[in-house]
Nanobody, 119 residues
Framework: QVQLVESGGGLVQAGGSLRLSCVAS????????MAWFRQAPGKEREFVAT????????YYIDSVKGRFTISRDNNKNTVYLQMNSLKPEDTAVYYC????????????WGQGTQVTVSS
């Protein structure tokens, strides 16, 4: 099994920055693609960004392109989400997720970290 633990959320003013971290433990050798999702109050959970196992390929939703950067350090079993120029509409609980080498779906999820952006 794999456990994912997010950290780095908090309250920030619009235009500010935060860096989220997600540390994986357990059978981490089997992890492949990792991603960040978010869920705002009253809304469905949405995909934010994803990164390949090597870190060489990334993808973002349009609303965060140019503001957010996903990265990973496989030596530390950690994936990051650097969030700059934050907007109130970025307010949500952010979740880290991971696929195993044998899965199509995201098999592992963290508990989430709250990000609140004030205007």
């Amino acid at each position: 099994q794999v456990q994912l633990v997010e950290s780095g959320g908090g309250l920030v003013q619009a235009g500010g920055s935060l860096r989220l971290s997600c540390v994986a433990s357990g059978r981490t050798f089997g992890l492949s693609t990792m991603a960040w999702f978010r869920q705002a109050p009253g809304k469905e959970r949405e995909f934010v960004a994803t990164i390949s196992r090597s870190g060489g390929s990334t993808y973002y939703i349009d609303s965060v392109k140019g503001r957010f950067t996903i990265s990973r350090d496989n030596n530390k079993n950690t994936v990051y989400l650097q969030m700059n120029s934050l907007k109130p509409e970025d307010t949500a609980v952010y979740y880290c997720a991971a696929k195993s080498l044998s899965s199509i779906e995201y098999a592992y999820w963290g508990q989430g970290t709250q990000v609140t952006v004030s205007s």
